[in-house]
């Protein structure tokens, strides 16, 4: 199979006559002016399926693909239901039509986010591949005039075993007319899990061999002739604007055609981009005052703790079980613990870019850029130029590391002025001090969390309180707060729990401090299941019960956790005798409507402070499993991750200013630091949830309460660097 096609044009993508086509109500507009390419290739592509009379089949695929395997998931989903021979598909990305492309789990958008490419458009294109299928069946029926009920399918044929005649999808393509409407599939109509041929089956990753051999095509690589390159020196306080620009030295470097001011920086345009970043450093500019130039994060957290714990802050309530006032008033004891996190950065190995022209009169523009919303970005792109969607062409490339930060258009602000300045396609590209002194990061937060205890010992009460800013605000402005009713989904993402409490009490507290902030993997579930699942093992603990059992009693009626959990207690040998110096740390989550429970195998160097994982075990029901490796990988993917944010990753604000500036003061996880990773699946004939950001959340409090059993103190602030731990043994 090829891997996926880039060059697939908007308005000429139905182009052609001699394929089948399958297409929704289009716009009239991609609907004309077929390219010379697709006439000549007779390769017309429709809504979701095309098959070529040669029998191939291309499947056009909305998904971003950051390495989290959607590009093959998708069609694998597709062509189950297609009944289609798997080695005949390759895929296209669609053009940006969210009517017909967007996930109905985002209101529709065309976006890849919240591990929701799946959990989003699982039954929208089983619906669709089905329809298709019923085309081709009809149309079989018909020329053999037999009635539907008589034929079926295999792998790419419709077949009519009562005369033994078949035919292959390419010769149904050859005569077969697409009706309008589609034929309307019932969801009861569609495969069932015991018929699967290749979902749950272990399959190739199409994007790993260009990865392997250099060939993928990230936003960075795109070429456009008669291209310049720009580069962009940002206010090193968020949203400061550019006051006074000294250009002199930076005009001087040969090669350098343009210093323009920007709305939150400077951009340098040159004939190559080594001359851009030599003219950036060379610029001289003061900026804008700024709030936030008095915010330090160090006294911001103290301050957030501070008010965490006030709880005559009410702040705004997102659970209210029960009368939780009431029962901690009557509790036998009350139990309270507060944790917090750090800012940190997505650290993506690809610097930000985007290359883009736009039309001499201002009203089009053309895209070139690996994006997690398409669909926002055309939207930002025609509202920035005051024209239709339609006028914005986007060509979607791969993302050299997102989750989270190539979600926002952000960029779109920067090159389009560029680019109408210049009248010649502009790429621009961040340097990594800037893409690290710019990052759009994971916020801050502190948590109050509480729980009331009856007589018995069992839980009757749960507070728990967040404090931290808006992601939400910052990327869609304040207003947006009054549609959400003062919660923010993405802060608050996994501070639910499934934990069986009568009366709870959830609440966040927002912060206003300037700083630039986004999703990042795991969204708010990183930091709240490291402050839930921690807090859990303290009141195991006070109590002295095995804090496994203590779940157990706490989820009794929730089989999908107790399996898990089992599963993973069973392989990891929970409870067993440990070597000196290392103990087992355990945790359990729901996290992106995935069942994850977790055992890691954690030392301590108490000497140097360092803390090493070893071994991780895990158990997860996902529901349906699509692809059993990709499964996997994202697993393995989600321990680098969630040890990296848990023993790493920190992002210190000074007066506003970020203080690291690469990867030599920013350090993420290294090879050398990953533990063996043992995953089980238990697949389930639920709907497939999501796994992008199941497993991360559960690294950090695995540890925190591993180090626990071996030191007997609590480490509830992430990161738990070196000099963290040493300070905390130091406590008496």
Known sequence: MDGIDTSVSRRGFLGGATGLSFALSLPAFMMSEASAQDATSAKPIGAWVNIKPDGSIVLLIPTAEMGQGSLTAMPMIIAEELDADWSKISTAYPPVVPAIYGNPMFGGQMVTYGSGAIRGYWDKIRLQAAAVRRVLMQSAADKWGVPLAEVRTEPSTVVHAASNRRLSYGEIAAFAKVPDPMPVIDKAELKKMA??????????????????????????????????????????????????????????????????????????????????????????????????????????????????????????????????????AKAAKVISAQYSSEYVYHAGMEPMNVTATVTPAGDGAEIWMGTQGPGPNVLAAAAQLKTKPENIKHHQFYLGGGYGRRSPPDLIGEILPIAKEMQRPVKLIWTRDQDVKTAKMRPMTAHQVEAALDADGKVIGWRHRLVAESVIVYGAGEKVMEFTKGIDNIVLEGIKHEYEVP?????????????????????????????????????????????????????????????????????????????????????????????????GDISLDPKTGVVRAHKFWLALDPGIVINPDSVLAQTEGNIAWGLSQTLKEQMSVVNGRVQQNNFYDYPVLRMSEMPEIDTQIIATDNPPKGMGEASLPLVSPIIANALFTLTGKRFRSLPMTPDKIKAGLAVT
């Open 195 to 328: 018929d699967y041929r290749i979902i749950g089956k272990n399959t190739a990753r199409y994007d790993i061999p260009d990865k392997t051999t250099g060939a993928a095509q990230y936003g960075i690589d795109a070429q456009v002739p008669n291209m310049v390159y720009a580069t962009l020196l940002h206010a090193p306080v968020d949203a400061a604007k550019p006051d006074k620009v000294d250009d002199s030295a930076a005009m001087a470097v040969p090669g350098v055609l343009k210093v323009m001011p920007l709305d939150r920086g400077v951009a340098v345009v040159a004939e190559t981009v080594e001359a851009a970043f030599a003219a950036m450093d060379k610029l001289k500019v003061t900026w804008s005052n700024m709030p936030a130039d008095s915010y330090s994060s160090a006294d911001g957290k103290k301050e957030f703790l501070a008010r965490a714990a006030d709880l005559t802050d009410k702040g705004a309530s997102f659970v209210a079980t029960g009368d939780v006032d009431a029962t901690f």
């Open 503 to 599: 009366n709870q009490s959830i609440v966040y507290l927002r912060e206003k401090r300037g700083v630039g902030l986004s999703s990042w993997r795991g969204i708010g579930a990183g930091y709240n299941k490291f402050a839930i699942e921690s807090f859990i093992d303290e009141l195991a603990a006070a109590q002295k019960i095995d804090p496994v059992k203590f779940r157990l009693d706490l989820l009794k009626s929730d089989p999908r956790a107790q399996d898990v959990i089992k599963a993973v207690v069973d392989k990891a040998g929970w409870g067993k005798q440990m070597p000196a110096g290392h103990a087992l740390g355990f945790s359990y989550a729901k996290v992106v409507e995935t069942y994850v429970a977790a055992i």
